[in-house]
């Protein structure tokens, strides 16, 4: 079985989409792949380099699509800027094409695809699920994205990041806010942050606030309670009032903050408006923003797509190429992700495209010709936030369940019938007791109410008491007992000399150490504990 | 009329008491609880004494006034690393008062009428509790000071010797029962210095590693003496308050048994580590060896590491070093790095006894986690710390079916991407169990005394470096 990989056609387009690591893997698996003269070149991979690796070099763009069973690419298929022939008509009848598609807006593409019987798996529709992590493309190109959004930002940006007092003045650190923590919006809080900037980052799921914390910045929240969790790690759509209060927040900040970054992205939507003319004009001049959402219309109003553009000494830069910009590495990691993919369908030896494998379903748009998108909707696994992981700076994500209630539940309902039908038996017994037993007997049934009540009572309220408390509950329960006191009170009468009495005193004088010195240190133990 | 108003002050009392305990039971409440405790004591002593019993005023104020000052003086001079020697000492004053009252009690019995075999009986019960938790206590502070060892004493056909103490009690019980107006004393004497002996004997048979059990039971039996007390003297609010304190103390003992994966049982008559694991002693002899690393390499560790678990062992309170350890969380937050505390429940020598030390270090209790909240964020943790604690993270617990800790849920600090044990010697633990744990590929030991090289590591950290630098 081969696999092609062209050149890519897209203008100032510097990815490839496979690596000399990755062929040497595809051959290893028993692939024959056939590389487009110069695909690599912007990438760094020569075509020496890639041969060595085991693949052979096409000279021309149609040697690759013809004559391969699985193209590998990155951007869609389209026409040849130079030529104007389009790719897809380079491509051999019922071939594979594996790529980024963006089916729903690229309805022409999937028609002149289906027309050669093509099956199409799109990158970015792979689900995000945890299986599917190894191949998720969006996140690797989220995360160098987000990575050079700071890079692009420090360029155009005419300051320091970090803070700095020289013998020459003092410098401010730089202040960034970031707009949607997703994979490029953690990069992007780990790559300021780590220039030495003030970061803060704004997201409409309260999930990822660890994350953001974790990284060491500080999450923004309006006052509104909301969750934005779409599902799939992705945000959704929010309600007006919230918008509001989110507008008004961001207004807020643009006064503040020399630099933003926005990467708010809805699936299937065009780029929510987050930053209007009014906040730009706000903001200082020599500001920057960095709209990551360039391409799907971009966050900030005055973004012109693929460009920089100057708005009142606020420079807005709406490249829409940022992991383009670091080819070599995203083209491995890019690589990578389809290496991954494939294996996922079964590698060399048992490739197929198996329409049963959530993963392979999700991605496939089109099946020998037949277009399978959008894919049924599954029950959605549970909305792992596997989406935002960015490779290297991993930020767990904490599924919060509610803690465990203390105390076994289903035992102390046990305890709580035995409890009552014991209770039930001591009353029955003091009522037919009732004039036939010694008033002794009658005190003692009476007293014994009390403390299995008592003891019943103290089984309820101390299984809540959390793990943290138990040494201030032992000294606490321990003062309490020195409520044995009253025993020693009770004998302090008559004579000072008798030996009852001394007994007595000697008793209350221990309880006495006992009071004070339990009330005192749970006190002491207590005034220590802090939020 | 008077009868009326001690009863509804001790309804009020009790009712105080039950709103301590409740208010324990979280952080934000647990202040009011200890002064809702405080408050029915007041109430409690207050109407007690002007209920017309008490008629010697003029002592009784004298040993209040010395009582409150002793205690006072002794609470406020503790160290918090010797908590739990002053709880164990305290439950042995509620003891030996319990014996006192007893025995004061039986001498006024002279005047009572009527049938008295109950009374009798629960004045026997009360001294007896009383005698047990006495001198069980004093041997668990000595234990816990270090001023007795803390392996177990394990003596010759032990059950024998406490079936025998507690069979001549019960036989004096018989012979106090017969014993006509107060000639019982001098059983009644007997029998408290051979429950004594009991209660020692008992607790001198429990290893330092199971104190927290024994400490929470004493403290069990400390509220069991006084319901007995409550049941001789027809004390209401002593039965309710004695079953409250003795419900408390029992639960907290199945708690930490359950924390240890043995039955109270095992605990007391166990004798722990001497009749080691049974026949399937498959305990393997562990390959390879340790790596030490130094404070340099654990400094630079930690400066990469993102996220930090820290794992307080008893070692930490031994070494004094919660101060250190909140100085060394304080720069890493500083620095952005998550760093998170992990208490296992029967850490320390008291339950509980690590919050303690961390909050007293000041070190905010939202990042104490729970052993079972903390142990599924572990494999993703970049570096987990172990200050001075070894049998609860013993992999044994989870992999060796020979082990003598099998069972026992642990802190899985080897699933985390490095451990640094900060340890004295390479020595085992209390359980006296080698420890897995030290030989992973991802384990390095730093041996020393914890606070010192804390504090080396502390020095090497940059200082200061917050986020506003």
Known sequence: ?531 | MEQILLSVSYITASILFVLSLRGLSSQETAREGNFYGLSGMAIAVLSTMMSGTVTLYGPLVLVLVLGAAVGATMASRVEMTAMPELVALLHSFVGASAVLVGLSSYLGTDSHHGPRTILLIELFVDVLIGAITFTGSVIAFGKLRGAIGSKPLLLPGRHVINLGMVGSCVALGALFLMAPGVEGMQYLLIMACIAGLLGAHLVMAIGGADMPVVVSLLNSYSGWTAAAAGFMLSNDLLIITGALVGSSGAILSYIMCKAMNRSIWNVIFGGFGAEAPSGKSVTPVIAGDTREISVEQTTAQLMAARSVVIIPGYGMAVARAQHTVQQLTTLLRERGTKVRFAIHPVAGRLPGHMNVLLAEANIPYDIVEEMEDINPHLPETDLVLVVGANDIVNPSAERDTGSPIYGMPVLQAWKSKQVIIMKRSKGAGYAGVDNPLFYEPNAFMLLGDAKKTLEAVVARLPQGQSKAA
């Open chain 1, 1 to 531: 079985m081969q696999i092609g990989i062209p050149k890519e056609v897209y203008p100032d387009e510097r990815r490839v989409a496979a690596s000399p690591d990755v062929i040497r893997k595809y051959v290893e698996q028993g692939f024959t792949v056939v590389v487009e003269t110069g695909a690599g070149a912007a990438a760094s991979f020569t075509d020496e380099a890639l041969k060595t690796a085991g693949a052979s070099v096409a000279e021309d763009a149609a040697g690759v699509w013809s004559t391969s069973d699985i193209i590998l690419k990155v951007r869609a298929p389209m026409a040849h800027p130079q030529t104007g022939k389009h790719e897809v008509e380079l491509m051999r009848t019922g071939g594979t094409l594996i790529s980024f598609i963006y089916p729903a807006q690229n309805k022409d593409l999937l028609e002149k695809l289906a027309a050669r019987s093509a099956t199409v798996l799109a990158v970015d529709c792979i689900p995000r699920t945890t299986r599917a992590q190894a191949a998720d493309a969006l996140s690797s190109m989220g995360n160098i994205a987000g990575y050079k959004a700071v890079v692009e930002a420090a360029n155009a940006y005419g300051s320091f990041f970090t803070g700095q007092i020289t013998a020459a003045g003092k410098v401010p650190p730089a202040r960034v806010l970031i707009i949607g923590a997703g994979v490029a919006g953690l990069a992007a809080i780990g790559a300021a942050r780590g220039l030495g900037a003030h970061v803060r980052a704004f997201d409409t799921r309260p999930a990822v606030r660890d994350q953001v914390t974790s990284l060491g910045a500080d999450f923004l929240e309006v006052t509104i309670q909301e969750s934005g969790d779409g599902g799939g790690g992705y945000a959704k759509e929010m309600s007006p009032e919230f918008i509001k209060a989110e507008m008004a927040l961001f207004a807020a900040q643009a006064r503040e903050v020399d630099i933003i970054i926005t990467t708010a992205l809805i699936p299937g939507k065009p780029a929510p408006k987050l930053i209007t003319t009014e906040m730009v004009e706000s903001m200082k001049p020599g500001s920057v923003i960095v709209d990551l959402a360039s391409e799907q219309g971009g966050n900030c109003e005055l973004t012109q797509p693929g460009k920089l553009h100057v708005h009142n000494g606020v420079k807005i830069l709406g490249y829409s190429d940022l992991p383009s910009r670091l080819s070599t590495t995203a083209s491995q990691l890019y690589a990578t992700n389809l290496l991954n993919f494939l294996n996922i369908m079964g590698g060399h030896k048992a490739y197929t495209v198996n329409l049963e494998d959530e993963v392979v379903r999700g991605a496939l748009v089109l099946h020998n010709g037949v277009v399978t998108w959008p894919p049924p909707p599954r029950a959605p696994a549970a909305p792992v936030a596997a989406a935002p992981k960015p490779a290297p700076v991993v930020a767990p994500v904490e599924v919060h369940t509610a803690s465990p209630t203390r105390g076994p539940a289903r035992r102390s309902f046990i305890y709580e019938a035995v409890a009552l039908l014991s209770l039930t038996a001591w009353t029955y017994a003091m009522m037919s007791m009732k004039g036939t037993a010694s008033v002794e007997a009658q005190n003692f049934v009476q007293h014994a109410t009390v403390f299995v009540l008592a003891c019943f009572v103290g089984w309820q309220v101390v299984w809540n008491v959390t793990p943290a408390l138990h040494t201030p509950l032992m000294s606490v329960t321990n003062a309490i007992s020195g409520i044995i006191i009253l025993g020693g009170m009770l004998q302090a009468h008559g004579e000072v000399t008798s030996s009852a009495a001394i007994l007595g005193l000697a008793a209350i004088l221990l309880a006495t150490v006992n009071i004070a010195g339990g009330f005192l240190v749970t006190e002491r133990m207590l005034r220590m504990f802090r939020k």
